[in-house]
């Protein structure tokens, strides 16, 4: 048997995902195990009419439709959460762990899933003596998830990891991410994909003040969180057996009352933010009380996560899911990977790679980080065709005749025949300058971070300064912007990249500023210009009951004829075929 056969022959098991060491960034899962029985938990079959295949196609084409359109045979609204709850699956939540350097994040993390019984007693034990052998024994939990040598070494995390759990309530994604300067692009790409926040504080002596300070990445990580759209959040005070003296209630309080001040200064209630004294390393409230704690009566870290409100998902929007790593596999494809924003996804949909205008067809859609042995990153290949992945699924996608280079990190997928993601031109975005030295004055040009994408951009234009909290003008054309001022402002990405307006994408269109190694300012988008869209396709072959009616157009008239041809027709025998 060829290698390639061997590979296909596991496409109904699971495949294995390459490490952080393998062609593209770092693995999209730590591959934690789970029961053997989690084969079915995926997205249940949408219910249709008639088993048939031709019925089954005819519901998908018409899912693709707008939500206002008379065709639509399965209205958005009938698709609700019940499918999220099917398979014990739960509500999906995403949580980002952020933080300080060394606030203990990863061991946060770690322990948590440990407990949970996620990781087998004897993966913590191999790690331990690994430890013990470089000097690093607290590091045996966060070596769970920080696998490269150089974290290791260093004891830093330089990219995100995944891990998934459950709660009773909530089929949880736990993303941990960096707390060093130097890789602040890696925590902005997991906290643009998050739900809620946990920040992780050092209650040690110096510790907190240390994070809080001008210098530290606590007050940043706060700012970036709420700027990329993560409302909620959960404050854990770390490391209380290190307190002196050890699990102090008075180090506890002191915490809490300075940070209180610096949530309501970004913009967060503190009286709706719970602060949980817990003990990464020794295991302390994370999911059950600690007798070393009997002062503190609050929910711990598992319960408080139960407690947060059910986000919002708007699946009756285009698709809209932003890639966040790459991968190529043998014998299988290229793989993105990414967290679904809005819309859904299912195999054999008409895909578009927005800004490219890459066009293509949904080949599978995976489940990364899904079910196996630790250390082996196992992925799901759904070949039923009626499977759903919904806003919230952390999902992988692998799509016809698509190579690693055509697509990365930052691209944005979306519906092929359903509003496609075109890059803009320009946008007009409301700014508020938060951290900067100087003036910002027309032609600025600093690094702009709004959901996975990294892009340099130019202020072309400063069109108004408006009080930040109405948004009522208050001078037009000023000549700058400084510390504290707001104001609407034309931006034209040096790069190509996707963005959308605030109302409506609301993952799409929230964004940072950065410049000097650190947040100078924050938005959100107004409007955006959009440019045409051209489809560098080879060839798209239009089936009719498979003798080809149409073939070889391109660009815009290659998408007004496949919209006029695949969105008009009931009949289940028209489809696109690329080549």
């Not at 719970?274 to 002062?295: A, H, K, M, R, Y």
Request: hydrophobic content about 35%; aromatic content about 6%; charged content about 25%.
């Amino acid at each position: 048997m060829g290698e390639d056969e061997k590979s296909r022959s596991r496409l109904t098991s699971g495949s294995l995902l390459p490490g952080r060491d393998s062609q593209r960034g770092s693995d999209p899962g730590c591959g934690l195990p789970v029961s053997d029985g989690a084969l079915c938990a995926h997205r249940p079959r949408v219910p249709t009419p008639s088993p048939g295949r031709a019925t089954a196609v005819t519901a998908r084409r018409r899912a693709a439709l707008p939500a206002e359109s008379p065709k639509t045979s399965r209205p958005a609204e009938q698709v609700t959460r019940a499918l999220c709850l099917c398979y014990h699956m739960g509500i999906p939540l995403t949580i980002v762990v952020i933080g300080h350097v060394d606030s203990g994040k990863s061991t946060t993390t770690a322990h948590l899933v440990y407990k949970l019984g996620r990781i087998p007693m004897r993966v913590i034990e191999e790690l331990d003596n690994e430890a013990a052998k470089m000097n690093k024994k607290s590091s045996k939990y966060a070596w769970v998830l920080d696998k490269l040598m150089a974290e290791r070494e260093k004891g830093l995390t330089m990219d995100i990891s995944l891990v998934k759990f459950q709660t009773t309530k909530y089929s949880c994604t736990i993303i941990d991410t960096p707390g060093h300067r130097d890789f602040i692009k890696n925590m902005i790409t997991g906290t643009s994909q998050a739900d809620c926040a946990v920040l992780i504080i050092d209650s040690t002596t110096d510790g907190f003040e240390a994070g809080i300070s001008k210098d530290g990445q606590t007050r940043e990580h706060i700012l970036l969180a709420f700027a990329l759209g993560v409302k909620q959040m959960i404050c854990c005070c770390n490391k209380m057996d290190a307190t002196t003296p050890k699990y102090s209630k008075g180090r506890y309080e002191e915490i809490v009352k300075g940070l209180s001040l610096c949530l309501k200064k970004v913009g967060y209630n503190p009286d709706k933010v719970l602060f949980i004294p817990v003990s990464g390393f020794e295991g302390d409230n994370l999911i059950e009380s600690s007798s070393n704690l009997n002062w503190y009566d609050g929910p711990t870290l598992l319960e408080a996560i139960d407690q947060v409100s059910e986000p919002r998902r708007l699946i009756d929007k285009p698709l809209r899911l932003p890639l966040r790593d790459v991968y190529k596999i043998g014998g299988i494809g290229t793989i993105a990977v990414g967290r679904v924003e809005t819309g859904t996804i299912w195999p054999d949909m008409p895909i578009t790679f927005g800004p490219t205008g890459l066009t293509t067809e949904v080949k599978s859609v995976v489940i990364p980080d899904g079910p196996g042995a630790y250390g082996c990153q196992h992925v799901y290949f759904h070949h039923n065709k009626d499977t759903l992945f919904q806003p919230g699924d952390h999902v992988a996608v692998l799509s016809r005749n698509v190579e690693l280079e055509d697509i990365k990190r930052g691209y944005v997928a979306s519906n092929g025949v359903n509003d496609p993601a075109r890059a803009a031109s320009s946008f007009v975005a409301q700014v508020t300058i938060v951290n900067h030295p100087g003036q910002i004055c027309k032609g600025y040009a600093p690094m702009l971070d709004c959901h996975t994408s990294h892009t340099g951009v130019q202020f072309e234009e400063i069109l108004s300064k408006v009080d930040r909290c109405s948004g009522e003008e208050i001078e037009a054309f000023p000549k700058f912007l400084k510390n504290g001022d707001s104001g609407l402002v034309k931006i034209i990405p040096r790069k190509d990249m996707v963005v959308e307006a605030f109302s409506e994408f609301p993952a799409l269109g929230c964004f940072s500023v950065r410049d000097m190694k650190q947040i100078v300012a924050v938005g959100v988008i107004k409007s955006v210009e959009k440019k045409q869209l051209g489809i560098p396709v080879q060839h798209v072959w239009v089936l009719f009951h498979g003798v080809s009616i149409a073939d070889h157009f391109s660009g815009d008239l290659l998408m007004s004829r496949v919209r006029e041809m695949v969105c008009t027709t009931a009949d289940p025998c028209v489809r696109m075929v690329y080549e």
